[in-house]
Structures are given as structure tokens and as C-alpha cells.
């Protein structure tokens, strides 16, 4: 069974995936990847620096926040906050996290075509982790409230390994944990240091231009771009995947 035919792209990106195919598993990050949380982050961020006269009292912007914060691991943030006080910062970065979570609950939505990609997924049975360097917390809620805690078969969690993205170590993880290759393993990702963890990973990496700048995505080398699932250049690249070789059968 092969994707819908679309309109050929105007580039070679139809055949950025080919190289993996068989497929046997796709990797997902989460934060930015599944929802566009960001725009949460962003607010519990400006909110909470504003109460402690952060920036003399000036509200931070999107700006900022893709400099400082967009992709990193709440340590780097903790140091970037308070580079004289890391214990401060840390804490700082945990109320923030609760801060998240609540405005979770009330106001996370699925990126644009994510269902129909999820779809794609399963109806190939191909295996799927979601990966990523939000607390653990923050991943299993913002996956419950997508309704996809049944579709992931594994959560990983930059802090539960050696080290976080931009390390390729979750992504490595990832993969061991499915029992796949990197050779037949694609992923998904929003933010520069997430795509230079699949990257040096070894596997290629779709970057979605959710906020990030695509000057930024194609820095870190990402093997295609789209806007979101329903982008017709990701389609033309699944269709062209499924052209090069079935997919690979999940082990028993």
C-alpha cells in the first residue's frame, strides 16, 4: 500500500527519506514535534522572569526565547538564567516546569496532520519512540493529551541518559530500546539541537519550521523541511520511501 499520490516538488526532496527505506521505526520529539507547546513555554517563562525583575523587569520575547531557551535541557537554562547561582536556576526551572504543566491541561493541541501521520504509522506497523529533553513529567502529559500514550511504545528522557540532546545519546537510546537500526530509522524535530542529535545519531532528520527559523533547520542539517503533517513535501517523500522498498517488518 503506497501514499496518495501528490504533486512532485519542485526539488529533490521527495527522495530525502529514500535512503532508509525499508522503514522499521520513527522517532519523535516532542515538545514543538507533536504540539506546538512553545508558545506555553514561552509564557510560563515571561510570566515567572517578570515576577523576579529578570531583564530589569522587561518582559522576555519569542526572540529570546528561540536563543535561549527553544530545543535546550533545563540544565543549559538553569545556567543561562542564573550563571552565578545554578541551584537557584534549577529550582527556578522546576516551578517553571509545574507552571507548564497546568497551562498543558488547558491549552496543548496536536501540530497540523499529526493524526493522519499517526495513521501512516501504525497502518505500516512500524515501531515509534518519542524522544526528548522535557522532564518526563511534561512528556507523558503532553502525550496523554494528545491521546497517543498508546501509539508510543517507548517515552525517552534526555535526563534518564548519559547526556541530552544535542548528544545523539537519547536518540541512540531510542533505537536500542525498539531493537532498530539507525539504517532504517527516521525522525521528526523542531529544534537545532534536536536535529543534530538525530544527525549525529546517524539517522536523517525532518525538521518542522514550527518557530524555529528554516535558516536554523537547514544549519543543522536537516534532511527535509516542512511546515507541519500536511505538508505535500512530506507526503511526496513517504510516497517516494515506499517506492525504494517495503517496509521493514516489526519483530515479533
Keep these: 500500500m503506497t501514499v496518495s499520490s501528490v504533486e512532485n516538488p519542485s526539488d529533490d526532496s521527495k527522495f530525502a527519506l529514500a535512503k532508509v527505506a525499508p522503514v522499521e521505526a520513527v522517532l519523535f520529539d ?21 515576577e523576579i525583575g529578570y531583564n530589569d523587569g522587561v518582559p522576555v520575547d519569542e526572540d ?20 552565578d547561582d545554578f541551584e537557584r536556576g534549577l529550582k527556578f526551572t522546576e516551578d517553571k516546569e509545574a507552571y507548564f504543566r497546568k497551562l498543558v491541561t ?9 493524526q493522519k501521520l499517526v ?33 508510543f511504545q517507548a517515552v525517552i528522557v534526555g535526563d534518564e541518559c548519559e547526556h541530552a540532546k544535542p548528544h545523539p545519546a537519547p536518540y541512540l537510546k531510542g533505537l536500542e530500546v525498539l531493537k532498530a537500526t539507525k539504517e532504517h530509522t527516521f525522525i521528526f524535530e523542531d529544534s537545532p539541537s534536536g536535529i543534530k542529535a538525530g544527525v549525529a545519531a ?15 533547520l537547514m544549519e543543522a542539517k536537516a ?19 515506499e517506492k525504494q522498498g517495503s517496509v521493514k517488518p516489526s519483530a515479533a
Design 30 to 50: 516532542v515538545d514543538g514535534t507533536l504540539c506546538d507547546s512553545d508558545p506555553l513555554h514561552l509564557v510560563a517563562f515571561r510570566e515567572m522572569l517578570i
Design 106 to 114: 488547558e491549552h496543548v493541541k496536536p501540530l497540523n496532520g499529526l
Design 223 to 241: 534532511a527535509l523541511i516542512i511546515k507541519d503533517y500536511e505538508d505535500p513535501k512530506l507526503w511526496a517523500a513517504l510516497e517516494e520511501l
Design 119 to 151: 495513521k501512516w504509522v501504525e497502518d505500516r506497523g512500524l515501531k515509534r519512540a518519542a524522544v526528548t529533553n522535557a522532564p518526563r513529567a511534561n512528556a507523558e502529559l503532553m502525550i496523554s493529551e494528545l491521546g497517543l500514550s498508546e501509539f
Design 64 to 83: 529570546w526565547f528561540v536563543k535561549n531557551i527553544a530545543g535546550k535541557h533545563n540544565d543549559d537554562i538553569a545556567r543561562t538564567i542564573f550563571p
Design 202 to 216: 546517524g539517522m536523517p532528520v525532518v525538521g518542522i519550521s514550527t518557530r524555529n527559523p528554516e535558516s536554523l
